[in-house]
């Protein structure tokens, strides 16, 4: 109870009553997992219990707002129980509301919750599997909600988005990332080959940054690059530590998407090396035509392996 009661002002009893229902839905197991579907088949809402009226009922008014042929068309679809109540699963009963003709005061509109609110809502029937870990993840916590990047009445793109697209979505908040996709060597996310939910499950992970895969940032891209994931004979230390301690992963101007450009990303940390000499090293042995071999060249022309090698011989991961 009381978790509306915050900032709702005159909408406090209605949403004290929608809490109660949230907690009476929730405590249905399993309602709507498709799986559930064989264990109820009825479809028809309880109408006039509890204060529901049924979706019929509020169609006679809102046509408009009908969401036949999407995901939430309840009625019509098999794999959702009686449980539901069709426009009522997020309105909340609307008996008072119909009874007043239309009394505005007594629905619940989540656009007038706060999104953590709203996201209660949705989260009575979307806690499972991809959103088991919502509660407290990145986004709840900081108050951007379901109803912040989805719309149930008007979406703009698949999976009931707000934007067309994952990056029109995610730009609006997060610029800086989304605009390496213009950076000239990028994931191809404007390719359309990834989105940005290929890495990431913007819904809670338990891996850091909100990535999808494994608990790490290095298995993360291995659940893709498997031939990275090693373990090598001979580790590079710092492969074996993040991969993004080398590569961006949304995008560079240098190749392979690297945080700098050959030679200089070994020389951040081989700063001296007994052979070949760094630029560094020809720096301080002026007249050196070792060190103007180096410079300019890429340490992997030499050093191929350098994710790890499994050559016996493969120490310096020339081989
Ligand atoms: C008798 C006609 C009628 C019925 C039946 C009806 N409504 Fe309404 N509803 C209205 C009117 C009128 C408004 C107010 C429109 C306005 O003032 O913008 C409204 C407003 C709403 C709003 C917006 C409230 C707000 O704060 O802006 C929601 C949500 C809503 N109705 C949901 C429902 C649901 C769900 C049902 C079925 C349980 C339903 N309505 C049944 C007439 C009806
Ligand atoms: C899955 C949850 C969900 C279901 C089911 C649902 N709605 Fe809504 N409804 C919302 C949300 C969320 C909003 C707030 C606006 C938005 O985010 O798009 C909303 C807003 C509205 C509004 C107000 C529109 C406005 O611009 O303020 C009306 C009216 C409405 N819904 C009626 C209905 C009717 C009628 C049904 C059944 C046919 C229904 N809703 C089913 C979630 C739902
Ligand atoms: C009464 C249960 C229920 C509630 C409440 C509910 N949903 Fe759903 N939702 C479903 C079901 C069932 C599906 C279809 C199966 C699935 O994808 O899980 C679905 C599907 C979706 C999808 C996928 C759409 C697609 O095209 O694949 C989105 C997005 C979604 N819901 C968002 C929301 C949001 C946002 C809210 C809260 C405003 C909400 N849902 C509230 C039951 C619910
Ligand atoms: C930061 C934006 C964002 C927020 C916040 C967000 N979603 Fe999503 N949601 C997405 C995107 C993008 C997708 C499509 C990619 C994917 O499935 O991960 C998606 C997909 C979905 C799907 C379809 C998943 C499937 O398996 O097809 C459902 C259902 C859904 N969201 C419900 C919710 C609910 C419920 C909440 C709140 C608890 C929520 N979303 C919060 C962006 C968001
Ligand atoms: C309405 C604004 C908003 C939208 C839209 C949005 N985000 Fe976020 N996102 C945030 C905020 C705020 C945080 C928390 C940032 C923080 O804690 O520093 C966050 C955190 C994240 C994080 C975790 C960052 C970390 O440091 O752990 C990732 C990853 C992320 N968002 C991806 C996405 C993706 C992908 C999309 C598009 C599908 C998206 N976001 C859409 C606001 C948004
Ligand atoms: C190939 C996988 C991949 C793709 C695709 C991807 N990301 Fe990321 N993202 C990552 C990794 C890995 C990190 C963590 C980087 C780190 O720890 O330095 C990250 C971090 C982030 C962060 C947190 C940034 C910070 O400074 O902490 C945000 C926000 C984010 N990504 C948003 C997005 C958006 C938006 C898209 C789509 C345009 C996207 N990502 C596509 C892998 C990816
Ligand atoms: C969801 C799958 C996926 C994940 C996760 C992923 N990648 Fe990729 N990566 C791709 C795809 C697809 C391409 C483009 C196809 C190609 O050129 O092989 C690519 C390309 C690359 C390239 C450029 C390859 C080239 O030949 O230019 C690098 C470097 C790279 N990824 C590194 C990473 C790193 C580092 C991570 C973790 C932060 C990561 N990837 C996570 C799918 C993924
Ligand atoms: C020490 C720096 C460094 C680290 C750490 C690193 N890489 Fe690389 N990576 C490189 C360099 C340099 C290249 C370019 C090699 C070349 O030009 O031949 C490269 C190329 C790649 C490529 C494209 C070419 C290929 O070999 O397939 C992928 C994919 C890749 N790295 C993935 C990863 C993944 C996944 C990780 C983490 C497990 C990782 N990298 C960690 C330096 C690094
Ligand atoms: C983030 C720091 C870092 C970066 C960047 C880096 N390395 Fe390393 N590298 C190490 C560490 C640490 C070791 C292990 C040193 C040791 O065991 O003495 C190592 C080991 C090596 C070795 C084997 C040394 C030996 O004694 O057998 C070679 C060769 C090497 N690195 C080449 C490169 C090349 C080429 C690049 C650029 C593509 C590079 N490294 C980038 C940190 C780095
Ligand atoms: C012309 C080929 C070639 C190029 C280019 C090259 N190396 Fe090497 N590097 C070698 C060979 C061969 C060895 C093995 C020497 C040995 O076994 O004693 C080696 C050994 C190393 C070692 C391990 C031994 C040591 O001296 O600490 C490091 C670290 C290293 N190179 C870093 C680099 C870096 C950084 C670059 C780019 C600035 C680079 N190398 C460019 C051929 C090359």
Same mark, same amino acid.
């Given at each position: ?19 109660? &229902? ?11 997992? @498709? ?8 479809? /028809? ?13 509020? %169609? ?20 959702? @129980? ?45 806690? *499972?599997?991809?959103?088991? %870990? &919502? ?22 793109? @698949? ?9 029109? %979505? ?12 213009? *950076?000239?060597?990028?994931? @191809? ?20 940054? %909100? ?17 990275? *994931?090693?373990?090598?004979? &001979? ?11 080398? !590569? ?26 007994? !052979? ?27 050093? /191929? ?15």
């Amino acid at each position: 109870m009381g978790r509306f009661k915050r900032t709702l002002g005159p909408a406090v009893p209605i949403a004290g009553a929608l809490a109660l &229902w949230i907690v009476a839905v929730a405590t249905v197991p399993a309602a709507t997992t @498709p799986a559930a579907a064989t264990v109820t088949t009825g479809t /028809q809402a309880p109408a006039q219990v509890n204060g529901y009226v049924g979706e019929e009922t509020c %169609l006679t008014c809102h046509e408009a707002q009908s969401y036949k042929g999407t995901a939430h068309a309840f009625a019509a679809d098999e794999r959702t @129980p009686a449980a539901t109540h069709g426009c009522e699963s997020c309105h909340g009963p609307g008996q008072a509301h119909v009874d007043g003709g239309g009394d505005k005061t007594k629905i619940v509109n989540p656009k007038n919750l706060t999104p953590r609110e709203a996201s209660e809502i949705c989260t009575t029937c979307h806690d *499972r599997k991809e959103h088991a %870990l &919502w509660s407290g993840s990145q986004h709840d916590s900081r108050n951007v909600g379901c109803t912040t990047c989805h719309s149930v009445h008007t979406p703009k793109g @698949p999976k009931q988005l707000k934007e067309a697209t994952e990056p029109a %979505l995610c730009v609006k908040c997060h610029a800086n990332i989304v605009n390496k996709q213009h *950076r000239f060597n990028h994931m @191809p996310v404007r390719e359309g080959e990834l989105v940005c939910t290929s890495c990431h499950n913007v819904h809670g992970s338990a891996n850091v940054k %909100l990535l999808r895969a494994g608990t790490t940032v290095d298995e993360s891209c291995t659940s893709c690059h498997t031939e990275k *994931r090693g373990p090598y004979l &001979w580790e590079h230390a710092p492969v074996a530590e993040s991969c993004v301690t080398c !590569h961006d992963p949304h995008g560079s101007n240098n190749d392979r998407m690297l945080v700098a450009k050959q030679p200089y990303l070994c020389q951040r940390c081989h700063v001296t090396s007994r !052979h070949p000499p760094t630029i560094y090293d020809g720096y301080l042995l002026k007249n050196s035509s070792n060190a103007n071999k180096i410079f300019g060249r890429s340490c992997t022309i030499c050093h /191929q392996e350098i994710h790890g090698s499994n050559s016996p011989s493969g120490k310096a991961f020339l081989r």
